[in-house]
């Protein structure tokens, strides 16, 4: 059974910065990416960042490129998500997702991914 389980979320100003954390439970060994969505509220879940889960670039929405960083520790089985210089639009419940199937690239799209933590909210005040 994996279950992926979130943290770190809070209330922040913008300007600030917060880090969030995903850890995996299980078997992990099948997975091939770890990504984080963001969902605000009454709008769909969108695609943050997402990594390889034994290596490689990292990818980013353009909304985030330069502020965010993810990142994968692999012993730990954890993913995690650095946010600087956040944004009003950046509130929102964060999730983490794994994926276990092969692919070229990186996925953006919720129906990639096979599993899902609970989310963490995050909340900017301007």
């Known amino acids: 059974q994996v279950r992926l389980v979130e943290s770190g979320g809070g209330l922040v100003q913008a300007g600030d910065s917060l880090s969030v954390s995903c850890e995996a439970f299980g078997q992990t060994s099948h997975f091939t990416q770890m990504a984080w969505f963001r969902q605000a509220l009454g709008k769909e879940r969108e695609f943050v960042s997402a990594i390889s889960w034994i290596g490689g670039s990292p990818e980013y929405a353009n909304s985030v490129k330069g502020r965010f960083t993810i990142s994968r520790d692999y012993a730990k089985k954890a993913v995690y998500l650095r946010m600087n210089s956040l944004e009003p639009e950046d509130t929102g419940v964060y999730y983490c997702?794994?994926?276990?199937?092969?692919?070229?690239?990186?996925?953006?799209?919720?129906?990639?991914?096979?599993?899902w933590g609970q989310g963490t909210p995050v909340t900017v005040s301007s």
């Open positions: 997702a794994a994926r276990i199937q092969y692919g070229t690239g990186y996925y953006y799209s919720v129906n990639d991914y096979d599993y």
